[in-house]
């Protein structure tokens, strides 16, 4: 499944950037994340609660950042499985100054499997943009 599109944040790229990067941040605005922590050198263990139409349970994985090129952009891979199946993702996040803000554009990949992906490809399609959507604004929130 393919996934693309655009979020504005309030604050330059380079705090947009900055907070990417943070675990604590990330932690806070990935939607049902119950906690990250540092494995390695941009590499995160990642524990969540994923809910999809009467589908909910803990997933374990992890999270890399990589191909870092402050403050323009980076790449984010995450992947996890649990009970009712798993998810991979990969893509780049794209950083530029916009209206005094950032505008991120992404483009990537996902896939999901197992007992999840019984729902249907669209209610996946569906719950991943309000998964992105939620992300970022969350993110929106963080103090300058």
Avoid: N
């Avoid at 019984?118 to 719950?127: F, P």
């Amino acid at each position: 499944m393919k996934i693309a599109g655009m979020a504005q944040l309030p604050f330059p790229p380079e705090r947009a950037y900055a907070l990417m990067q943070d675990p604590a941040v990330l932690a806070g605005a990935i939607p049902g994340c119950e906690s990250l922590e540092k494995t390695g050198d941009a590499e995160y263990r990642m524990k969540m609660k994923m809910a999809l139409a009467s589908f909910s349970g803990a997933f374990e994985g992890q999270v890399r950042l990589l191909d870092p090129a402050p403050p323009t952009s980076f790449r984010m891979i995450v992947a996890g499985s649990g009970k009712i199946g798993f998810m991979k993702g990969e893509g780049v996040l794209t950083l530029t100054a916009k209206d005094g803000g950032t505008e991120v554009s992404f483009d990537g990949d996902a896939q999901v499997g197992g007992t999840m992906a019984a729902v249907g490809q669209r209610l996946i399609d569906t719950s991943a943009r309000m998964l992105i959507k939620r992300f970022f604004e969350k993110l929106a929130t963080e103090a300058p």
